[in-house]
């Protein structure tokens, strides 16, 4: 069995920034421009009421980053919101590591940000469905136990 881990501890971590809004510093960054609300009325665990708050607070955006929480992301299918998750993560790590570097960033134009997130959003190719199969005929032979 696997150690417990925490599979987005870089979302997490943006997520508790005064500030977590995602800027648009490389291709990832990019993707999720104009694509992610922020909720910060957090009022506890997430039951009912909570979770029409959230609801509501996600307007038309396809992800939501829940302040001192995490990211919640969605898909069409379960392909899509495992991909957005595994590129949010990497797209809060190369920020966050940017942002440790004390340096300036190279924030992209709103233009070519929105243009790479439309891009991406409009790619003809189902890349999300082939990656997760390939993770999971990965997991099928490293770790056959996943299913159970």
């Known amino acids: 069995m696997s150690p417990s881990i925490n599979a987005s501890k870089y979302s ?4 508790t920034l005064k500030d ?3 800027k648009p510093i490389d291709q990832n960054t ?11 009325d ?12 959230m609801a509501n607070a996600l307007g038309n955006k396809q992800h939501m980053l829940l ?9 069409e ?14 797209a809060a790590e190369t920020y966050l590591t940017a942002l440790s570097t004390n340096k300036e ?13 439309q891009e991406t959003a409009d790619y003809p190719i189902d890349l999300a469905r082939l990656f997760l199969n390939q993770i999971r005929l ?11």
């Open 105 to 117: 960033l190279n924030i992209v134009s709103h233009e070519i940000a929105e243009k790479t997130a």
């Open 20 to 22: 977590p809004s995602l």
């Open 12 to 15: 997490t971590a943006l997520s």
């Open 42 to 53: 957090f009022g506890g665990l997430g039951f009912e009421e909570e979770s029409l708050k």
């Open 30 to 40: 990019m993707i999720f421009y104009n694509r992610v609300s922020v909720f910060r």
């Open 67 to 75: 302040a001192n929480h995490g990211i919640i992301t969605t898909g």
């Open 77 to 90: 299918t379960v392909a899509d919101g495992f991909n957005s998750l595994y590129y949010f993560e990497k």
């Open 138 to 148: 990965i997991l099928d032979k490293e770790e056959p136990d996943y299913i159970n």
